[in-house]
């Protein structure tokens, strides 16, 4: 059974203030790790695809790694409005259903 | 482009009722995903449709079932209305299975 463990499950940081998001994962065979953010009460907005070890990906702020067990979502000089759940997921090379994490809450304070 | 509308936005059902959700994927795509979130956790898999036929379903009873119709676009049904089926339920469409765009939800409140 495909399995996702984000940490943390929250976090703080000051505006300005680097960090990383860790999701580590356990899949026969993977097809795909993919990031998602999601605001309050709406549906998760596609980040990124990573599809084999050592890819990496940038978006803004936003720079997604990839191992063989986990990867990693590394938000530099962070602004309020990157606050959001970050949703992980991983795609079996089998199927084309996503299993997800639970997510990590990141808050930005200005 | 729009992007995937689901309807209704919110919906509040008494235990016992019955409920149908509706699904418009992006124009093109010809998958679409049924995925159920509760409070505090990430989304779960419930259904996948692929041009008209069902390709897989999650670890959910027999009170959910799903069908696609020929345009793509799709409905939830949940029968037999259980507290816990309170949720955000969410629908993606995907044009060869990755990535999965999400739309907004529905948030069904079971009282």
């Known amino acids: 059974e495909d399995q996702v463990t984000q940490s943390p499950e929250a976090l703080r940081l000051q505006e300005g203030e680097s960090s990383s998001l860790n999701c580590s994962y356990t899949?026969?065979?993977?097809?795909?790790l993919f990031w998602y953010r999601q605001d309050p009460g709406k549906g998760p907005e596609f980040l990124f695809t990573l599809y084999s070890a050592g890819e990496e990906k940038e978006k803004e702020r936003l720079k997604a790694t990839l191992t063989k067990k986990e990867s990693f979502l590394h938000i530099t000089a962070p602004k309020p409005e990157d606050s959001a759940t970050y949703l992980c997921?991983?795609?079996?090379?089998?199927?084309?259903?996503?299993?997800f994490g639970k997510g990590t809450m990141l808050l930005v304070s200005p | 482009d729009a992007g995937v509308t689901q309807s209704p936005t919110h919906l509040i059902k008494t235990r016992g009722q019955q409920v149908t959700l509706r699904c418009s994927p992006i124009?093109?795509?010809?998958?679409v995903s049924w995925y159920q979130q509760v409070l505090g956790q990430g989304p779960q898999f419930i259904f996948q449709?692929?041009?008209?036929?069902?390709?897989g379903r999650g670890n959910f009873p027999d009170r959910f079932s799903a069908r696609q119709f020929p345009n793509y676009s799709s409905e939830l049904n949940v029968n037999a209305l259980l507290l816990g089926d309170s949720a955000l339920y969410l629908c993606?469409?995907?044009?060869?299975?990755?990535?999965?765009?999400f739309g907004p939800g529905t948030r069904l409140t079971v009282t």
């Open positions: 124009s093109g795509h010809k998958s």
């Open positions: 449709y692929y041009e008209k036929e069902e390709r």
């Open positions: 997921a991983v795609q079996n090379s089998g199927y084309s259903t996503l299993t």
């Open positions: 899949v026969s065979g993977l097809r795909g």
């Open positions: 993606a469409s995907s044009q060869t299975g990755d990535p999965q765009y």
